[in-house]
């Protein structure tokens, strides 16, 4: 019987603990609700819409007009511009203002009119799959279905059924050319995101427990009275800025010639865009510890940071696809410009240009952490010598 009511008291003390410990409280409850509200907002289109289009009209007759307004009326698609260059449309693949091309050859109508066959090619941007496989699929239904409106209209015009009217069929074929990923494989899709996002949650939970170790031990207001910010911020931070550098480079020598996924850019841009990527995880994760009274609060809020932004990076669900609020939380995380440095070095082969945006705002993303880490160091600093103060 003391065994049961000693059995019965500890049940009862753990529960009393999950609803008086506001940490424990809020990663049993909070976390879950937060998380699973967030996830269903982000795939709340539930496919991807409005792929940036270009179309390029070589053609520009009536049947190519109305194949163009058959493109811009399907969801997945939405045609931002228009244009008789194949170059002109290649260059908007290359800096993303669109994600599809699709080309109208010249004498689409009179082959048509003719009976005779015709190509449509689309050409998509194979890193991401999302975007790739949706496209594909969706301009293969576009234009097969004008493609059959086609032949029903001159069927109907002769009177024609069955096997007589098979000479009649128009055939509008359709054709597609992938970009950067053209055998779709999922490992040089995935493994680069995946293997970033780990990345990223080591370097934040090794450097969010920085400070809050020494709070722990009691050591932490002699070490602010005896350092400055600088010495402070180099002394703590340069270890973990040369082991996240190392683990960088260890990590996709490992995936790129260990595993030989292809890759088609030069790797120092990698290394360039993953150095500064780290140094914003290290001055955010700074600031966190600076601001956390104790390593599980600093867990929690890391955490709270690094699990959802590989979704949220738009690396594989695009940023296009979800909703704004969701997007621009997507937007003010680290991660989504380190990958898309990622996708731009490896995967694209593009050079330095085109990660000048990723490397921009990544530095002001670790100005704001340094800064935030700087007032919660005055603030310590003004603390701790009140403290001493008071207790002289």
């Known amino acids: 019987m003391a065994q049961v009511n000693s059995w019965s008291a500890l049940f009862a003390k753990e529960w009393r603990t999950i609803f008086t410990n506001k940490t424990i409280r809020n990663i049993l409850f909070v976390i879950p609700v937060l998380y699973f509200s967030l996830f269903g907002f982000l795939y709340g289109t539930q496919k991807v819409m409005d792929i940036p289009t270009v179309i390029v009209d070589h053609d520009e007759t009536e049947l190519t007009r109305e194949i163009i307004r058959a493109i811009d009326h399907d969801q997945s698609f939405a045609v931002t511009a228009i244009t008789p260059s194949e170059k002109e449309a290649e260059d908007m693949i290359n800096h993303e203002k669109a994600f599809v091309e699709i080309i109208l050859p010249a004498g689409l109508t009179a082959n048509a009119k003719a009976g005779k066959d015709s190509e449509v090619l689309t050409i998509v941007d194979g890193s991401n799959l999302m975007i790739s496989n949706t496209a594909v699929r969706a301009a293969n239904s576009v234009i097969k279905s004008i493609s059959a409106g086609i032949t029903l209209k001159k069927l109907e015009a002769k009177g024609e059924w069955g ?14 050319r992938v970009l950067y990923n053209p055998t779709f494989s999922y490992m040089s899709f995935m493994v680069f995101g995946l293997g970033a996002a780990v990345l990223q949650q080591v370097v934040f939970l090794a450097v969010a427990l920085a400070v809050t170790k020494e709070k722990e031990e009691g050591t932490w207001g002699d070490t602010l009275r005896s350092n400055s910010f600088f010495k402070l911020v180099t002394a703590k931070l340069l ?69 959802p932004s590989f979704m949220l990076s738009g690396y594989t669900w695009p940023l296009m696809s979800m909703p704004p609020v969701i997007a621009a939380i997507g937007e003010s995380m680290p991660l989504t410009y380190f990958l898309h440095g990622v996708r731009e070095v490896l995967s694209k082969g593009h050079g330095f240009t085109y990660i000048q945006h990723d490397l921009i705002v990544l530095t002001l993303m670790a100005m704001v952490g340094l800064f935030g880490s700087y007032l919660a160091y005055l603030i310590h600093v003004r603390k701790s010598y009140t403290k001493t103060l008071e207790n002289a």
């Open 163 to 176: 096997n007589e009217g098979l000479s009649f069929f128009t055939g509008i074929d359709y054709r597609y």
């Open 239 to 307: 270890p973990y800025l040369i082991i996240s550098t190392f683990n960088l480079v260890l990590t996709f020598t490992i995936l790129l010639k260990g595993f030989g996924i292809p890759y088609y850019g030069n790797p120092m841009h990698l290394l360039l865009v993953g150095f500064v990527f780290n140094l914003a995880i290290l001055f955010i994760g700074f600031a966190i510890s600076f601001f956390s009274p104790n390593q599980l609060q600093a867990t929690q809020v890391a955490m709270l940071i690094a699990v």
